[in-house]
């Protein structure tokens, strides 16, 4: 039985269970958010996002890790300042296709995500000085795969670049060939090396800069047409990846294999750049290329 007379026992907590309330309301999970703090895939290290943004998605052990366009656009460009060029709209989902999802909703999915059409995403301005048309791959957007929508992007590209007499530069970056457009998405293949032939007869150069990963039917077509072709340090550049050769030949590839710098060492890459400094290389590289009005190897 409680006695009336003697003073009510306080809450458990005491004095500081009246002061919680406000001190959850001054310091709420919303001031931590969620992606401050971004692990090396290398070392296992916690790396602050703010520093690497600074280093241009560069660990401290040297791995240059994947960007989506829009960054890529502004590290490229001088002063990070470019003209945004509109790539074409596309037939959606012209073979109604279902993998357990249909397409149309795994498109709808990438692109509030990505906040873009598709994968690519083209830009004009200066490299260092030099101008130029941009074109970026993103992997972030299902793959970087390539489909109706990134080949049609690319011929605007190479016709933009015509039109304004500048060389077109290509940044790789995907996984193969978008397998829910089927023989229309291979088409783009053949599609691309024609525009690349266009560039070509007008006497204006292609540059690739090679992404990782750089894999499937962009391999075996427009990112290996380039009259120079550059590469990000550790990039994965092949047509099928290191596991699938492994098992069908049944042996272990050298170490390295498929990587930059072991393609640079067989010649089908000219030359490994670090991050920070390709916008300068490639204003070089361009700048002595349209110098001389070069014809394209």
Not at 20 to 46: C, F, H, Q, Y
Not at 179 to 187: I, T
Request: glycine share 10%; hydrophobic share 40%; net charge positive.
């Amino acid at each position: 039985m409680v006695d009336k007379n003697k003073p009510q026992q306080e809450k458990r907590g005491g004095w500081l269970s009246r002061f919680a309330p406000g001190v959850r309301k001054i310091v709420s999970r919303r001031d931590t958010p969620d992606n401050l703090w971004v692990k090396d895939p290398d070392t296992g290290e916690m790396l602050y996002r703010s520093d690497l943004e600074g280093s241009l998605w560069v660990t401290p052990s040297g791995r240059h890790m994947r960007i989506d366009a829009p960054t890529r656009l502004r590290f490229t460009f001088d002063g990070g300042q470019y003209e945004s060029i509109d790539t074409p709209d596309v037939p959606e989902d012209p073979l109604k296709f279902s993998d357990g999802k249909p397409y149309r909703e795994r498109l709808a999915a990438a692109r509030k995500a990505s906040g873009r059409k598709d994968t690519m995403a083209i830009g004009f301005g200066e490299l260092d000085g030099t101008p130029a048309v941009v074109i970026v791959q993103d992997f972030t957007f299902m793959g970087g795969s390539l489909g109706m929508a990134a080949g049609e992007a690319f011929i605007a590209a190479a016709r933009t670049a015509i039109e304004r007499g500048v060389p077109l530069v290509c940044f790789t970056a995907a996984g193969g060939a978008r397998m829910q457009e089927g023989a229309l998405s291979l088409m783009q293949m053949a599609r691309t090396t024609l525009a690349i032939q266009e560039l070509k007869a007008a006497r204006l150069p292609f540059v690739v800069v090679l992404t990782d990963p750089t894999t499937g039917g962009v391999t075996a077509s427009y990112a290996m047409l380039g009259d120079v072709h550059l590469a990000e340090p550790g990039a994965l550049i092949g047509f099928a990846g290191p596991r699938v050769i492994e098992a069908t030949i049944r042996e272990k590839l050298p170490p390295g294999f498929q990587r930059a710098e072991y393609l640079q060492e067989k010649g089908m890459v000219d030359r490994v750049v670090v991050r920070a400094d390709l916008p300068r290389v490639l204003g070089q590289i361009l700048s002595m290329l349209m110098g001389g009005k070069r014809r394209a190897a």
